[in-house]
């Protein structure tokens, strides 16, 4: 086992650039562009951004390519680390290492990084944002057993990260199917028996317009908790806005809290409970939560909306993780540098109430879709916790491979 430098082993170290945002021509083109929101321990198969040839040129943004290891400089984020699978532009947040195979393997040093991000987040430096930066990353110290090892060790993580994938795709693909039922049953109208329903001014009969407020209760999240390792029956996991990817929960990044019974009376987190992000680049962004296989609180970054009637949290939790609510509440929001959304405007948000027949039709549906979904979440996990405990000991070399 030999110790090298990070620089020593990479071919290119960079960061990107983000195109002036008020510009809309550089904006929606053909070339992926990541934010560092992204960056969590995963490969990148596409991303939610992405800017056009014009921007490109107009911005420090340059191309990396597939397989490069991207480690997340600023904020919160700040130490996380990602596999592109993708040729891709990224922020100046990302510092961007593209490896030489002949030295080592990319995916061992990713590992390694993952293995390191905590202490590499407890390096960053500054005032109201602690950022890493790319000198301190690229003398970060590495350990290199043989190519040879380096090869089998990677196998043996990335096996566990590519049933991982699998999952992760079989739930988009469920989560897409009901996204589209909801979209042709209460956006385009074609829900079953249409044909025979009356509409009254362009909405079907027995339907009304109502403001969010009506059919939700509203509640910051707790603010001040005491971070923990569960040592305890106590401890919970504690949501927080950088957990929510995608319109669901990573719970293998999720981190514990201490609490005590009236805690836990306020902020547990319940099946069905919406959470929306009220600040920050991601204002508006939300999840439901679907059998929640965990005790949780949620962070007071985090609205939290539990629906009045029970026959309404399907329909309410497809209605605000849709574009047309995250548009609305960013157009609310308030702040320049930093945009943040109160319940009330949050609640103002006005939707279609169907009919409970409808409804209950609905409900059914998105039932046993949430159950495979939960399946496949936990089967994710419980990978993932593996892998994790495999990880030190395979990189510590106390668990030895065959080559």
């Given at each position: ?76 984020t700040a130490g996380r680390c990602a ?104 956006v385009r109208m074609r829900f079953p ?132 609510f995250i548009d609305y509440i960013q ?73």
């Amino acid at each position: 086992m030999e110790v090298k430098r990070i620089s020593d082993i990479c071919l290119k170290v960079c960061s990107g650039g983000t195109p002036t945002s008020s510009v809309a021509s550089y904006y929606d083109g053909e070339i992926p562009w990541l934010n560092t929101n992204e960056v969590n321990f995963c490969n990148i198969y596409s991303t939610a951004k992405h800017i056009t040839e014009e921007g490109l040129k107009k911005s420090a943004a340059k191309y990396i390519p597939e397989n490069t290891i991207i480690v997340a400089m600023y904020g919160v984020t700040a130490g996380r680390c990602a596999v592109t699978k993708i040729p891709l532009t990224t922020n100046q947040a990302c510092c961007n290492l593209v490896i030489d195979e002949t030295k080592a393997h990319y995916q061992y040093v990713y590992y390694f990084l993952k293995l390191q991000s905590d202490f590499l987040n407890s390096l960053a430096t500054g005032g109201a944002q602690q950022n890493l930066n790319a000198l301190l990353i690229k003398n970060y110290s590495i350990m290199l057993p043989s190519l040879s090892v380096q090869h089998r060790i990677a196998s043996i993580l990335s096996n566990y990260d590519t049933l991982i994938d699998t999952n992760t795709k079989r739930i988009k693909l469920l989560e897409e199917s009901a996204r589209e039922l909801y979209k042709e049953w209460f956006v385009r109208m074609r829900f079953p028996g249409y044909e025979q329903t009356k509409f009254v001014k362009g909405i079907p009969e027995g339907w009304k317009v109502v403001e969010l407020r009506e059919l939700v209760t509203t509640q910051y999240g707790l603010t001040t908790i005491t971070h923990s390792q569960k040592e305890n029956h106590n401890d919970v996991y504690y949501l927080r806005i950088t957990d929510i990817v995608d319109n669901n929960i990573n719970w293998a990044q999720v981190p514990y809290c201490s609490t005590d019974d009236d805690v836990m009376r306020k902020y547990k987190l319940y099946q069905g409970d919406i959470l929306v992000a009220r600040t920050g680049a991601t204002v508006g962004y939300a999840t439901q939560i679907q059998k929640i296989p965990y005790e949780a609180v949620f962070a007071s970054y985090l609205i939290r909306l539990k629906a009045k009637n029970k026959l309404h949290i399907s329909y309410i939790g497809m209605s605000v993780v849709s574009d047309i609510f995250i548009d609305y509440i960013q157009s609310v929001a308030t702040g320049a540098a930093q945009p943040m959304a109160n319940p009330h405007l949050m609640t103002s948000f006005k939707l279609l109430l169907p009919s409970e027949h409808l409804l209950k039709h609905f409900n059914e549906y998105i039932d046993s879709l949430n159950d495979i979904i939960l399946n496949l979440q936990l089967q994710s996990q419980n990978l993932a916790t593996t892998r994790d405990r495999l990880l030190p000991r395979l990189l510590s070399g106390e668990l030895k491979v065959k080559t």
